[in-house]
T-cell receptor, first 114, second 109 residues
Framework: ETGVTQTPRHLVMGMTNKKSLKCEQHLGHNAMYWYKQSAKKPLELMFVYNFKEQTENNSVPSRFSPECPNSSHLFLHLHTLQPEDSALYLC?????????????FGPGTRLTVL | GQNIDQPTEMTATEGAIVQINCTYQTSGFNGLFWYQQHAGEAPTFLSYNVLDGLEEKGRFSSFLSRSKGYSYLLLKELQMKDSASYLCAVRDSNYQLIWGAGTKLIIKP
């Protein structure tokens, strides 16, 4: 247990569906991250929130929409996804973005887009 | 561009020693991390190096040479549970983590 939980663990959706991924951290951290992990590729940073404010959006398509209502919760809203979006989506948290700190990861949501 | 290189896959024998190398080219350097990721699980933090030299933590050690842009993770007395992917990541001058693709380590009895 890393103190970061994600739900659901597995998700299968059609290209016309709308779904949301949820992340919750119990570590008292102020920064939260969404990553995409595809097979044999480096982790791709998607979004960063620091003190509930979005500080980075790494050219992510608009079919991915993040939401951070407070420092403990992070959502990723999905709509009209493509099959190439199938991947493991990881949430992470750290004490503060830009600090010399370590990121702690959740177990991820395995997403399959049909 | 920024780049992290590590071998795709390595195989080692239970009880032996294995060294996983990582070379990097980044815009600035503010530390290097090693993470372990078992299949279907979260990456978990193993080690952090910011100064040159060796950091030892039980059976695992991590080495850094900033002048060479090089690090390695050394795993001793390998156990079957060490079968996992090992991710190298470098924090650049903007404190952004640049990740390698990971090294899948297979331990054989």
């Amino acid at each position: 247990e890393t103190g970061v939980t994600q739900t659901p663990r597995h998700l299968v959706m059609g290209m016309t569906n709308k779904k949301s991924l949820k992340c919750e951290q119990h570590l008292g951290h102020n920064a939260m991250y969404w990553y995409k992990q595809s097979a044999k590729k480096p982790l791709e940073l998607m979004f960063v929130y620091n003190f509930k404010e979005q500080t980075e959006n790494n050219s992510v398509p608009s079919r991915f929409s993040p939401e951070c209502p407070n420092s403990s919760h992070l959502f990723l809203h999905l709509h009209t996804l493509q099959p190439e979006d199938s991947a493991l989506y990881l949430c992470a948290s750290s004490q503060e973005r830009g600090g010399p700190d370590t990121q702690y990861f959740g177990p991820g949501t395995r997403l399959t887009v049909l | 561009g920024q780049n992290i290189d590590q071998p795709t896959e390595m195989t080692a024998t239970e009880g032996a020693i294995v060294q996983i190398n990582c070379t990097y080219q980044t815009s600035g350097f503010n530390g290097l991390f090693w993470y372990q990721q078992h299949a279907g699980e979260a990456p978990t933090f193993l080690s952090y190096n910011v100064l040159d030299g060796l950091e030892e933590k039980g059976r695992f050690s991590s080495f850094l040479s900033r002048s060479k842009g090089y690090s390695y993770l050394l795993l001793k007395e390998l156990q079957m549970k060490d079968s996992a992917s090992y991710l190298c990541a470098v924090r650049d001058s903007n404190y952004q983590l640049i990740w390698g693709a990971g090294t899948k380590l297979i331990i054989k009895p």
